[in-house]
């Protein structure tokens, strides 16, 4: 199947759901157009224009493509997670705090200051699974303006992130890269979630284990103990 997907930021309370999403049609008009008025409805509905606009005819995105009210489905989205931005045909990146028609390429602390100076993307948890693994990555900014693709920023993308160019392009394969140095690239990167930190690193790894939330800082230990079932690789204990 080809389709589309999209990376995003989540924003809290505006974003849309599963439940929501189907149900639409069936809510009274007051709900339908506070749903309709929120900036996430409007994030999916431009990125669903935008997919259309390439010729896709299927388009992913999580907020509203998986029911988070059932655990195992939850479960198993997130352990697919990265496979499936590696299938996409493309991944549409909205960095929804970038205003300028062009990709910034220089640190903006009066900008960007709860971030590092860069957009608020790169310093999240989940989207780094999400800019290495898609083939393919177009940019776009608050106004869904194309501002670059990976590809062409990767020299950029790479002052940023400190993640090697070759892997930016190519992915994670045939790469004899250490344990400790893909960790170092999530080292200051934020999750809503203690659990996520460990659980948004699982497809780097290519491992896999069940969702515990609640379970707190143990879900990093999990992790840690399913890398060294895989990898003969002591520098994780670095971490």
Not at 72 to 78: N, T, W
Not at 152 to 158: F, G, H, M, V, Y
Not at 166 to 188: E, F, N, Q, T, Y
Not at 202 to 231: D, S, T
Request: glycine content about 6%.
């Amino acid at each position: 199947m080809r389709y589309a997907i999209l990376s995003h930021r989540w924003e809290d309370d505006s974003e849309v759901t599963y439940k929501e999403m189907i149900g639409l049609t069936k809510m009274d008009e007051r709900k339908k157009v506070e749903v309709r008025k929120r900036s996430g409805y409007q994030k999916i509905i431009q990125c669903c224009e935008q997919a259309m606009k390439d010729g896709h005819e299927w388009l992913w995105i999580d907020t509203c493509c998986i029911d988070k009210r059932s655990s195992a489905e939850l479960s198993e989205a997130i352990n697919s997670m990265y496979q499936w931005y590696r299938g996409a045909q493309v991944c549409y990146a909205y960095l929804n705090d970038v205003k300028e028609s062009i990709f910034p390429t220089e640190p903006n602390f009066e900008t960007f200051l709860k971030s590092n100076g860069w957009p608020e993307w790169f310093m999240r948890g989940w989207t780094l699974q999400e800019l290495i693994a898609p083939r393919r990555i177009e940019f776009f900014n608050k106004e869904w303006a194309p501002v670059g693709n990976k590809h062409r920023l990767a020299s950029t993308l790479k002052d940023i992130t400190r993640i090697p160019c070759d892997v930016l392009r190519d992915g994670l394969a045939g790469k004899r890269l250490s344990v400790a140095r893909i960790m170092s690239w999530a080292a200051h990167r934020k999750t809503a979630r203690v659990e996520d930190r460990a659980y948004s690193l699982m497809g780097l790894f290519g491992v896999n284990m069940p969702m515990v939330y609640g379970e707190g800082k143990k879900a990093f230990r999990r992790l840690q103990l399913e890398i060294i079932r895989e990898f003969n690789d002591h520098s994780i204990f670095a971490w």
